[in-house]
Each structure stands twice: as structure tokens, then as C-alpha cells.
């Protein structure tokens, strides 16, 4: 996924949440939540080495409902449950004009 961003910003990190996919008539729900510190992600270029590192993901206890049990899937500071890890990869680079795309991920 490509995220363009416009600097300067009044934002410190950007932060992504994970849904899970309930059939109807179920509400997809947050599961868990990631945040990236910008200042970080903009010491990369594309042309160096990305930086590719892995990420644990943390949120509520499963199982549990409510205000705080929302409250720790959309903010990964405040949550007290481990709920896995995915490998990002993340760079910078400079362009004069953004170009915005919508691409379908496969689901194999």
C-alpha cells in the first residue's frame, strides 16, 4: 500500500487499523491498530535500503466488549494484548504531483 503524504505535517505518526471481516449481519470490527512515526519513515529513500522490520500488533482482550475494549484496538500504547505481527516495509521519496490509485488486493 502507498500512502502520500504532503509535508509538512501536523501529525507525529500515522496510524493504520486492521479490521476483521464478519459475515452479514455481524459488523466488521477493529482488531488492532499501527502507528508509524513519520520523522522515522522519511529517513528512507527508495533508492537506499528499505526499511523492513517487524511489527507486533497489540489490542484488546479478545473476547471482551465495550468503550475500553475499543479504546485499546485503536490506540496500541494503551493495549494489553498481543495479537500477532506482520512485516512492513516502508520509504520515502519526492514527487511533484501525487497520483491517487484505488487496486483491489487479491485474496489468495
Known sequence: ????????????????????????????TVCCSLQF?????????KEEKTNMKWVNLYGGPNGEKGVVYEHMNNNPEDASEWKGRILVAYYCHDTKIAVSKIIDIPKN
Not at 6 to 28: A, G, H, N, R, V
Not at 38 to 44: A, V
Open 37 to 45: 512515526p513519520i520523522k522515522e519513515m522519511m529517513r528512507y529513500g
Open 1 to 28: 500500500m502507498l500512502l502520500p503524504i504532503e509535508i509538512p505535517l501536523k501529525i507525529e505518526k500515522i496510524t493504520l487499523t486492521l479490521w476483521d471481516e464478519d459475515p452479514f449481519p455481524f459488523p466488521d
